[in-house]
Structures are given as C-alpha cells and as structure tokens.
C-alpha cells in the first residue's frame, strides 16, 4: 500500500467513527522530503479520496515559517492565505489552515481531530491541572489561541520549548477548547497513541452520558410544523431536525440546565451552529416565535439551534444535510458539557474568543463550502410518497429525490423500504430520505409517519398517495372479502392519509402567509372510466377522484391543493414488459387478445390504444405531480397521463 494508499485509509478510519469526528471535521497529512499531502477544505474525512487532498510545496512552506507578517489581524490572515495557495500544487484545492502545524511535526502521518472525549477534557475548567495528572510531561499542552497564523506560531515556540527540555517529541499535542495532534511514522503509531489518549482520559470520567435510545416526540407535530414556517419566512424552506433523548432531556430541564451549553466550546461550533442558541420552558408557538424574532432581530440571521422542553433539540439546516451537521456538532457540544463535569466543569470561549471565530474569513469559507447546492424544482420540500419502497411509487420518489425534495419512504416492505432509503442518501445529496414501515389503512400507523417526518423534516409539503393494491375479477370470481380489501387500500386509506396529514399542513400554513401545500391521489385511467373484469379497482379509483374534489373544496381556505394523477399502463415497466412473467406474456398465454401469436403481437395491440405509443412512466407522472404543486389555481382536478389513451372533454 502506498504513503497515499494510508492516507486514504486513516482519515476514513477515523472519518467513520463519531467518536472522533463530527461533521466531516478533522485533517489528515503524509509528507515527505519535497511535499506534504492535507485534507483540503471542503472534504470529509468519512468519505475522502486522493482527490480530495491539496498537495503542497514543503520548501514554500518552511518559507512562510520564517517570514514576518502583519500584526493587523486581518491583513495577516489574508497573507497567509495567498502564501499558502502560493505553496499549493495542486489547482482548486484550499489547504487546510492547519496545514504550517502538519508540515512542522516531523512526523510522515500526522492525524488531527476533535474527540469528544478529548474535547471533554480541553474544553474544562481544571484543564491544565487535569491534563499534567493525566499524561504527565508525554505530551504538550497548548492554551487557548485564535486559529490560523497565530496559533501556528504558539505551537512551534511550544514545540521547540518541550524538545529543549526533554530531548524529544511529545506524544501528542492538546490544544484548549480546540482538539488534538498526534503524529507517526506509521498508521499504526497514530492509532496506538489515539487508543492510549482515548482510554486514559476515559478513565478519569466520574459519570457517564444519561441512559436513552433517541424518541420521536408525538407533540414535535404539533409545533415544528410552525416553527418551520416561520424559520423560513418569505424565504427557501428550512429543513428541522428533532432529537429527544436522555441527554437533552438533562439540558433542557431549566434555564441553568441549558446555561450550561448556552456558549460555544470550540470554534467548529460557530461555524456549524453559530453561537447564540434559543431556548423555551414552554412548547408554545407564539412564545418561540416571539424569541425567533428578537434573535433574528438582534443577529441579522435565523437560529440554528432550539432547545425546546418536552420537544427536545432542534436543528435549523438550509437543506437536510445541514440540518443533521448542526444537530451532530450541538449534540456533541452536549456531551462535551456533561463529561467536563469529570474535570471541573464546563468552559466556553469568550466573546473576543467567539467573535473572532465568526468573523474569521476561512470560517466564512468553510460555511459556504457546506452551503453549497445546486437547486432542483422541489428543493426544500418534504414529499411522504407511500409505496415508495418499489415499483411505481419508487420511481416517483426517486424522480422527485433528483428535483432536491426530502423523501419519506412509506411503504408496508420495511427490506425494500430501508434499501431504497439506503440508495438515495448515497448519492452524497444536500437532501434526505427515510423510510417509515407504514400500514396506509391503520390510521396509528398513519400517526406515526406524520410524528417520524416531523421530526426528521420538520414538516410536509407534499403527500403522495401511491400505495395501491389490484385484483381483477369479474362479479362471478370477486369475493366481498377481496373486493373490501381493495376498497380499503385504494379507497379508504386515501381518505386516512389525507385524515392524517391535513393537521400538519394546516399548521405549517397557519405561519405561512404565502405557501401552499399539497395532496396528491395517484389514481388512474381506471378512474376516469370504466374496466372490464375490474371493477373493485375501478370503483376505488372512481371514489378517489370524489374524495379528491371533495377534500380539495374543503382543504382550499387552508392553502391545501388537492389533486389526482390519472397514470395509464407503464408498458415499459417489469409489470408488463417481464420477459418471464410480465403481463404481456400472461396475456400471450391466456389468449387475451385474439389472435395475438407473440408477445410482439399483445405489445402491439396494446400501443395502438395509445395515440403517443408509449407507456406511462414515472417520470410523466412525477412531471404532472411537479405541474400540480406548481400551480396556485389548480386543485380538485384528476390529470390524466396516459398519453392521449383517455382524453378529457
């Protein structure tokens, strides 16, 4: 394996592992005699490639070691920002700003990250003190200094100071309310020294973080949805995420419980969640909206952190991806306050300390690398779509995942669901996917997918009902048992799900004065006119185009459009086009349409009932779906798609 090969592989065994790294956080260096490899901004050390490593010229960096720059604070930041893009060899890779500390220990892998553990205890009162009886003279202990040029040079005096009187490197560095540096010749040198740090410092905790598996709180519904709306304002929608556990629970007992997290430990806090966080003893609305507003007022931007009692944590993202880093970096924040405990109690950055962070042009740079997204038709939107978890519904939902909409997965096929999730979060987007085992005719199930969206989301722009069954049969062969059971999943549950979702869509429009949001019926041709031998699903479809008018009349005072997509047949799709078991070839054998003598033939007869001789796919459907929600003044409507097969007059 090559120096590079290692690289590669220690940052992502490190990146993996939340223990050690949150929200990508962290760099990683190889250096040899002529260059030095570090993670460039931007990059995650969970995911990293060699690409995503900026390479360096080591000769132009001892140059910046010794030379004299600016005492302006600004002025010198941005010296040594165009010195270090100086030394660069490789093109549109920022360097870390680590990267003068990397090149000056003289080890070939250097490893720095931010540990809870490690953070537990450099983010204490009794810091120095307990780091002395910890480790002793085996390590260099540097106090708190502004990131950048200035601690560059703190670490280097400290380094030349601890050499001087031990004649050695020390195992590590620890840096005061910031992290820790651990060099080797070797991976494995880096991994022997984090695990001895690791389980020394574990040693000395007094009390271990609060019992609790996270819980999705049932009264999140009924006041996220709201304080979504009016964290978005006239603006993009915000995506919430909800987290309950024993851990908040403990800081959000009371405004002391709180206070103890009230103030950034680390500068990697500012850059993800600011450093002024909201907290309420009540879960009324109006009471967090009035807080909303005077911060908003103060700072000149929206929180990002809510702590609410009886919710729990809130996390405020642009997009998904954001949302989940805020709620990672302040849930880590709240483990560090509780472990500082061992060590004398918590201990934040001052204001001059905080503000200098927030202010920080590198900083700056780091938050518009995350925030960076290209924009799809439905970005910021939630959609439910239910039988998303294959076939038809899954392609919906891909196609409306690909538009920039958080999916939620409801489907009874909690194998199928989860791995669909799996396949869309994977594709490294700023939005998100969950699966919810749903059972669309159990209205406490129903409960459930509104009470996990919530809480993954922070609300619901757009319900899909897809989920639908078929059994064809005539009134010799149809059963009352098959056709209620129709009835209920094509019927029924449509009016369960709308049951369901039109109290969070009310609420989140009760604080939008502007917004819209929507139901959308996947029904289908069979609901706009007749078919033969199948009349369980075609009256099911029917009573859907009705329930749609009526719930669209009822719904519209509320700015709840409600529509039905009317697909045809998808004669493209596995449903038909199976070569083994499709329609098709069943029709072929059952000698459904007279004279047909090859799958050709059945294929043929069937487009010729289609003026575009196509099948309907997903994609047409979600385009209509994409029409509806686009629309303010369509609703009650039943679109059909079916490529001119059903034409309405």
């Known amino acids: 394996m090559t120096p590079i090969e290692q690289l590669v592989e220690i940052s992502r065994y490190y990146g993996a592992d939340s223990r050690y790294v949150i929200a990508g956080g962290g760099n990683t260096s190889y250096k040899d005699r002529e260059r030095l490899w570090v993670k460039a901004s931007g990059s995650s050390l969970a995911t990293i490639t060699e690409e995503g490593f900026a390479v360096l010229d080591r000769a132009k960096l001892a140059d910046m070691a010794t030379r004299q720059y600016s005492a302006d604070t600004a002025r010198r930041e941005e010296e040594v920002k165009c010195d270090l893009a100086a030394a660069c060899i490789t093109v549109g890779r920022r360097p870390s700003v680590e990267t003068s500390l990397h090149d000056i220990m003289p080890q070939a892998f250097v490893v720095h990250l931010h540990p809870t553990l490690v953070n537990a205890l450099m983010c204490a009162q009794d810091v120095e003190k307990a780091t002395g009886e910890i480790f002793g003279d085996s390590v260099l202990y540097i106090p708190y200094t502004d990131p950048g040029y200035v601690l560059f040079r703190k670490v280097a005096d400290g380094l030349a100071q601890y050499r001087s009187a031990h004649g050695r490197e020390p195992r590590a560095i620890l840096l005061q309310n910031h992290g820790i540096f651990v060099g080797g010749e070797t991976p494995d040198e880096i991994k022997e020294t984090y695990d001895w740090i690791m389980s020394s410092i574990g040693g000395r905790i007094k009390e271990q973080l609060p019992a609790g598996e996270p819980v999705c709180c049932p009264q999140a519904k009924e006041v996220i949805p709201a304080l979504r709306a009016i964290l978005s304002g006239e603006g993009a929608l915000k995506t919430l995420r909800v987290h309950s556990d024993g851990l908040t629970a403990e800081f959000s007992k009371s405004p002391e419980h709180f206070g103890l997290v009230s103030q950034p430990f680390s500068p990697d806090i500012i850059v993800y969640c600011k450093s002024q966080y909201i907290y309420s003893e009540t879960a009324d609305i109006d009471s967090i909206a009035a807080q909303i507003r005077a911060y908003t007022d103060r700072n000149g931007y929206t ?10 944590l809130v996390a405020v993202g642009d997009d998904a991806r954001g949302a989940q880093v805020i709620l990672d970096v302040f849930l880590d924040m709240m483990k560090i306050a509780w472990l500082a405990q061992s060590f004398g109690g918590e201990h934040p950055m001052t204001r001059e300390q905080i503000d200098f962070i927030d202010n920080w042009e590198v900083e700056n740079y780091r938050r518009k690398v995350a925030a960076a997204s290209s924009a799809g038709r439905m970005e910021g939107k939630t959609a439910i779509v239910t039988g998303a978890g294959q076939g038809f519904g899954e392609g919906i939902a891909a196609e409306l995942f690909a538009e920039g909409a958080n999916i939620v997965i409801a489907d009874i096929n909690e194998q199928a669901g989860e791995s669909v999730a799996a396949r869309f979060n994977a594709r490294g987007r700023r939005n998100g996917a969950i699966f919810v085992k749903t059972d669309v005719a159990c209205m406490e199930s129903l409960a459930g997918l509104m009470d996990r969206t919530v809480c993954a989301f922070g609300g619901v722009d757009l319900f899909v009902s897809n989920a639908g069954v078929l059994r064809a049969g005539g009134l010799e062969d149809m059963t009352p048992e098959v056709f209620e059971f129709v009835t209920r999943i094509n019927y029924n549950a449509y009016f369960y799900c709308c049951k ?136 009650g409507q039943a679109i059909p798609v079916t490529g001119g097969q059903v034409m309405m007059s």
Do not use: H
């Open 303 to 312: 929180p990002k952190v809510l702590l609410i009692k009886g919710i729990g």
């Open 500 to 635: 369901a979702v039109a109290p969070v869509m009310k609420l989140q429009n009760r604080y939008n004065a502007t917004g819209f949001c929507d139901i959308v019926q996947i029904n289908s041709k069979s609901g706009l006119r007749g078919s033969k031998a199948n009349f369980a699903y075609a009256g099911g479809k029917f009573g859907g185009v009705g329930l749609t008018q009526s719930f669209a009349l009822e719904l519209a005072p509320y700015r709840i459009k409600v529509n039905s997509i009317c697909p045809g047949n998808f004669y493209e799709g596995p449903l038909w086009s199976d070569p083994e078991n499709g329609l098709f070839v069943q029709y072929l054998n059952a000698g459904k349409v007279p004279g047909a003598k090859t799958v050709e033939d059945v294929r043929e007869f069937y487009m010729a009932q289609v003026p575009m001789r196509k099948g309907t796919s997903p994609a047409d459907v979600t385009r209509a779906i994409i029409y509806a929600v686009e629309q303010e003044c369509e609703t």
